[in-house]
């Protein structure tokens, strides 16, 4: 009886130890991989919150570093629609700590505060001067 006791005791034993094995852990995703997975929504640019109409404008980052981005407003009758779409060009530096995106106009960099699926917090500016530019992936 002594036997078998230890058996399931050992049993027991081991059962627990895989269960409780440590997960691997995998590296987390690189920002070009996080920039180009979907489109990127403006939430929020300094104090200034967008309106909902101008929520609905996307960023898409390409891998080829190609950069469009669809601007919505209130147009004619007050209605939100598309009224712009620009396409430039983006890249990463400083070891993707910024991001460099440029519109027709001289490049804007911007410090990459935060970057995760789901948000992105860059610092720095369109103009002067330097303020939190906040991104995220929910559609509007």
């Not at 036997?3 to 050992?10: A, E």
């Not at 609905?56 to 390409?62: A, E, G, K, L």
């Not at 891998?63 to 209605?79: F, Q, V, W």
């Not at 990463?92 to 699926?117: A, D």
């Amino acid at each position: 009886m002594k036997k078998s006791k230890y058996i399931t005791l050992i049993i027991l034993v081991l059962i627990l130890a895989i269960a409780c094995k440590k997960k691997k852990h995998e590296p987390a995703p690189a920002p070009e991989q996080l920039l180009t997975a979907s489109d990127w929504y403006p939430e929020k640019y300094g104090e200034s919150v967008f309106t909902s109409c101008y929520k609905r404008t996307t960023y898409r980052f390409s891998t080829n570093g190609k950069l469009d981005r669809h601007k919505y407003s209130i147009g004619a009758g007050d209605e939100c629609a598309m009224d712009e779409h620009d396409t430039g060009t983006w890249r990463l530096l400083n070891n993707g700590k910024e991001l460099q995106m440029q519109f027709g106009g001289g490049p804007h960099v911007f410090k990459i505060v935060r970057i995760s699926s789901t948000e992105l917090l860059l610092h720095g500016s369109w103009s002067s001067p330097d303020v939190d530019f906040l991104l995220d992936k929910t559609p509007h």
